[in-house]
């Protein structure tokens, strides 16, 4: 018999339990952190019940939370988005998505293959009136004063047009203000300089379109930005396509671990530089949790119907719990009602811009 959630007053999260490469058992941890620190939140939890209520009934802190649905499928990271589409009915990863889509659940985490996901929330939730390509956006941590900013898309579809990137900027800034409370976040386009005549046509474009509509949908349009101002202070939210955003993450993931292997190994170097590393052991331990990309583990899918958040497929019991936080504030804050509500807006705008009368022959 299935269960129906009975959490009255809590904010309710879709989690996937499988399809993350460490597991069920990190997903149920995960979302015992959360329980944990949130009296506010609660569960349907998707994938084999029985090894999920074993799971679950080693974490008293979730007992009464969670409403199970059995799922008999998984969907791997070797599937291919098209198949998972067509065959992929019984996987916890669909499941997962129609407990947001019949309005059981506020928003959904998955660890799962990051193609297969936005295909099927494109296809159970759909896109947003006015939106041409859904983006996904992640937190990059910063000088600002947040500590992070926000960058999108980073690989929902590696295309972007004047429109699509005018719109990243709309959910970018929507995202920013709910999520991050900023009130009037500041909106950065990613090119290869800051002038206004470089870059692709698409770019210049853009510029234009973005500096037009700053205004009325209340952020402020700092122009083109560099590669090494995504973790800078100039911009809070950073705008571009989704090959260059993925490359430009990968990047940085790359860069951060390779960091982190050059302290140790520097530390190691002599008994002197290993009493150093104790000295500065506090030091160190702040840089670590300051830069951890498993607390900020989470790609919010912006332009759809519903609230989705990709989590790391190697993401641990603290990764997921960051991306179940971030679920939370979302919804808490109504941001999907918000970003619609900001999107039909700039629909009808963008409409009567196109119907005003030319101004080239006055």
């Known amino acids: 018999m299935t269960e129906q959630p009975t959490q009255t007053g809590r904010i309710t999260i879709s989690v996937d339990a499988m399809g993350g490469d460490s597991g069920p058992a990190a997903v149920v941890a995960g979302i ?25 009934a080693k974490r008293r802190v979730l007992n009464g939370r969670v409403v199970f649905r059995d799922c008999t499928d998984v969907v791997t990271m070797e599937d291919k988005p098209s198949q998972v589409v067509r065959h ?4 916890s990863m669909w499941s997962t998505l129609e407990s947001v889509r019949q309005g059981e659940a506020h928003g959904a985490v998955s660890c799962g293959n ?75 386009l990613l090119n290869v300089g800051t002038e206004e005549h470089k870059g692709r046509a698409e770019l210049k474009e853009a510029h234009a379109m973005i500096t037009d509509f700053a205004d009325q949908a209340s952020f402020d349009f700092v122009g083109f930005v560099e590669g ?67 607390r900020v583990n989470g790609g919010v899918f912006l332009g759809l119907n519903g609230t989705v958040v990709k989590s790391h497929g190697g993401a641990d019991a603290t990764g997921v719990s960051a991306a179940v936080k971030l679920a ?34 006055e």
Do not use: C
Not at 32 to 56: M, T, Y
Not at 88 to 91: E, H, I, M, W, Y
């Open 114 to 188: 990051t193609g297969a996901l936005m295909a099927l929330s494109m296809m159970r939730l759909r896109k947003l009136p006015g939106v041409n390509r859904p983006a996904i956006a992640i937190l990059w941590p910063s000088r600002n004063p947040q500590g992070f900013n926000v960058m999108l898309d980073v690989g929902a579809d590696v295309r972007a047009d004047a429109k699509d990137l005018l719109q990243y900027a709309l959910m970018g800034a929507s995202y920013a203000r709910n999520g991050m409370a900023l009130e009037r976040p500041r909106i950065g």
């Open 88 to 91: 992929g009915k019984q996987t």
């Open 228 to 294: 090494s101002d995504i973790p800078g202070d100039k911009a809070d939210v950073i705008v571009t396509d989704g090959f260059t955003g993925n490359v430009a993450i990968k990047t940085g993931e790359g860069t951060a671990s390779l960091i982190g292997d050059l302290l140790r190994e520097a530390f190691k170097y002599s008994p002197l530089s290993r009493l150093a590393s104790v000295l500065a052991i506090t030091s160190l331990n702040r840089l670590k949790k300051r830069i951890d990309p498993r």
């Open 328 to 361: 939370f504030t979302l919804a808490q804050s109504g941001f999907s009602e918000k970003l619609a509500a900001r999107v039909a807006s700039t629909v009808e705008l963008a409409q009567d811009a196109a119907q005003a009368p030319s101004k080239a022959g």
């Open 32 to 56: 015992a952190k959360s329980a944990d620190k949130n009296p506010d939140i609660a569960f349907i939890l998707h994938g084999p019940e029985a090894e999920l209520r074993k799971l679950v």
